[in-house]
């Protein structure tokens, strides 16, 4: 019977090893955050996430995180900012949406030192309305296809102590007929 029970309990570990090896696997992207996505009916697709003050390490007052990624040809249409928690660092403090790791691309630096409790709409850059940042033969950066999503935060003053806001992208998703999926690592024409 003991002999019975070490070999069960040795089965049931490989398993949990095998089961937590195969989840890191599925790992969207790492650090995990979410692969482009682009389902294939038509809806509006978005990504929504969080930026806190210790989201990344500050490096002369200014750092970016990975958020998400958008998939090649997603046509950006709007933007929204809620602040939960004032940052508070000591003077300003910006968030900016982008697909490099220093742009404002998507979304330019927005205030987040003030208006908790609120959502706003915030504009999208003129210039990358549509598919103008996310495809038109443009090299894909994404780590996983399409292009990364970055939040760039920079403050001035002494390094703040809080601060949270929420973020959602909405985008179309390159699946009208004419325009589908792109290889990773490809270029297309805008579609």
């Known amino acids: 019977m003991r002999k019975l029970l070490v070999k069960l309990a040795g089965t049931a570990s490989a398993a949990i090893t095998s089961l937590a090896a195969v989840s890191f696997a599925l790992a969207l992207t790492i650090p995990p955050t979410f692969a482009p996505r682009a389902f294939q009916t038509q809806q509006t697709h978005y990504l929504r996430f969080e930026v806190d003050f210790n989201s990344c390490v500050l490096a002369s007052g200014t750092c970016s995180v990975k958020v998400g990624a958008l998939p090649y040809n997603a046509f950006v249409v709007r933007a929204y900012q809620q602040i939960v928690t004032n940052f508070n660092s000591a003077t300003t403090d910006t968030v900016a949406l982008a697909t490099a790791s220093g742009g404002g691309q998507i979304v330019a630096a927005q205030s987040v030192h003030a208006g908790a409790g609120g959502a706003t709409s915030l504009t999208v850059v003129a210039a990358n309305v549509g598919t103008a940042a996310t495809g038109a033969g443009i090299a894909q950066t994404g780590g996983n ?26 985008y179309f998703g390159p699946n009208d007929g004419t325009c589908g999926p792109v290889t990773m690592g490809a270029t297309a024409v805008a579609c």
């Open 145 to 170: 296809g399409g292009f990364d999503v970055w939040a760039v935060y920079a403050q001035t003053g002494a390094a703040p102590s809080a601060g949270k806001a929420i973020y959602v992208i909405e």
